[in-house]
């Protein structure tokens, strides 16, 4: 089937708005992580649900950021109040349980704060 | 903050020629994992090695593994064009197979 989806490619905000950033991973897969990427950077932890269970959000930088999962399947990051250190490529991956260790990448969400 | 560091930052190769890549990390791991990334897109997996294995094999790759050192190294033999990437290192650490990973290596491969 398809593979891990993420939409919009590209976002640009204004300092302050407010953005959502949807991830669609692999259908059935259990396990979805968010990472954020900064230029010339390794991926950074954000979050990971197991199903529609938050079990670690230790990653998110601050109280702006949330994320869910409400049915098990697609998941929505949500940035409050935008800074320009915000922008960055964020990153969802799935995988199909806790136990299978290879993560499936989407092509990330390009954020540009001005 | 990273798990670990990358070395080198950059590497320019021909076509043919290996191309040999390090990470080191900082604390213990259930398994260590290398991904590569084309320019703008997203990470592809390309081989995992367990905390009790010391090297494995695919294709045209080699990676080893020195917990004693907390290191592992990347070789890409007789490399192509289509190598031209950023390669990452990324550990496990713990029950959720959250990944800590490097900064990364650019690697260009040269016709």
């Known amino acids: 089937g398809a593979g891990v989806s993420q939409s919009p490619r590209y976002k640009v905000a204004k300092r302050g708005q407010d953005v959502a950033l949807r991830c669609d991973p692999i259908s059935g897969h259990v396990s979805l992580f968010w990472y954020q990427q900064a230029l010339g950077q390794g991926p950074e932890f954000l979050t990971y649900?197991?199903?529609?269970?938050?079990?670690?959000k230790s990653g998110l930088p601050s109280d702006r950021f949330f994320a869910e999962r409400p049915e098990g399947s697609v998941s929505t990051l949500k940035i409050q109040r935008t800074q320009q250190e915000d922008s960055a490529v964020y990153l969802c991956a799935s995988s199909t349980d806790p136990t299978q260790e290879t993560q499936y990448f989407g092509p990330g969400t390009r954020l540009l704060v001005l | 903050s990273q798990q670990g560091e990358e070395d080198p930052q950059a590497l320019s190769i021909q076509e043919g020629e290996n191309a040999t890549m390090n990470c080191s990390y900082k604390?213990?791991?259930?398994?260590l994992q290398w991904y590569r990334q084309n320019s703008g897109r997203g990470l592809v997996h390309l081989i995992l090695i367990r905390s009790n294995e010391r090297e494995k094999h695919s294709g045209r790759l080699r990676v080893t593994l020195d917990t004693s050192k907390k290191s592992s190294s990347l070789l890409i033999t007789a490399s192509r064009a289509a190598d031209t990437a950023s390669y990452f290192c990324a550990s496990a650490t713990d029950s959720w197979g959250k990944l800590q990973f490097g900064a990364g290596t650019q690697v260009v491969v040269t016709p």
């Open positions: 649900f197991q199903n529609e269970a938050q079990l670690d």
């Open positions: 604390t213990s791991i259930n398994n």
